[in-house]
């Protein structure tokens, strides 16, 4: 069974940093690229940041480049997205996406998300 | 990047057939062939619909189905259900500046 399951999310105030995680069990975690998306409240979604299944590729939007950097450990079928430099516009919940293959394949698995909430 | 453009809201009764489109440039959209839709329930995480344009996952209903023309993508739901009472987002690759993805604004499905 798929499981994707973020973690790390919380209050913080602006300017502090945060690291959120994501666990994957269920497929062959060494083989999947690996993507972040957030979700402000009450809004679409924006995607944020990408890993390639072996590290060797980190994309990222323009909103939050220089501030998160995205890592990966595939012995422990985990990722991670530190997120330094928060400002209130971070306020979402974020996910975490799976998509077996390289950049451009879709996004077919997703975990319940983790709120993060940047206010003084 | 600005996000692609969808209407903000379509309702139809049960079985009917809804289609929403998905607006880009032919910098996302028009430039590939990697066009997804994903449907989110409240509260809930979004889920994969339509790969590629046109493919289904595995388990999603054939009752819903994607097409693009230029820069314009489209989901169509037959045979509409209440279940599919939901909001749904498009999504696209795109190459420049950098690779990366752009979503549409989203489209809240409603059924009558």
């Known amino acids: 069974q798929v499981q994707v399951v973020e973690s790390g999310g919380g209050v913080v105030q602006p300017g502090r940093s945060l690291r959120l995680s994501c666990a994957a069990s269920?497929?062959?975690?060494?083989?999947?690229?690996m993507h972040w998306v957030r979700q402000a409240p009450g809004q679409g979604l924006e995607w944020v940041a990408f890993i390639s299944s072996d590290a060797s590729d980190k994309f990222y939007a323009a909103s939050v480049k220089g501030r998160f950097t995205v890592s990966r450990d595939n012995p422990k079928n985990t990722v991670s997205l530190q997120l330094n430099d928060l400002r209130p516009g971070d306020t979402a919940v974020y996910f975490c996406?799976?998509?077996?293959?390289?950049?451009?394949?879709?996004?077919?698995?997703w975990g319940q998300g983790t709120l993060v909430t940047v206010s003084s | 990047q600005s996000a692609l453009t969808q209407p903000a809201s379509v309702s139809g009764s049960p079985g009917q057939s809804i289609t929403i489109s998905c607006t880009g440039t032919s910098s996302d959209i028009g430039g590939y062939n990697y066009v997804s839709w994903f449907q989110q329930h409240p509260g809930k995480a979004p889920k994969l619909m339509i790969y590629?344009?046109?493919y289904r996952p595995s388990g999603v209903s054939d009752r819903f189905s994607g097409s693009k023309s230029g820069n314009t993508a489209s989901l169509t739901i037959s045979g509409l259900q209440a279940d599919d009472e939901a909001d749904y987002y498009c999504?696209?690759?795109?190459?420049?500046?950098?690779?990366?993805?752009?979503f549409g604004t989203g489209t809240k499905v409603s059924v009558l």
């Open positions: 590629d344009v046109t």
């Open positions: 999504t696209s690759y795109t190459g420049t500046p950098i690779p990366s993805y752009v």
């Open positions: 996406g799976g998509a077996a293959g390289t950049v451009e394949a879709p996004f077919d698995i």
């Open positions: 269920g497929i062959t975690f060494s083989t999947h690229a």
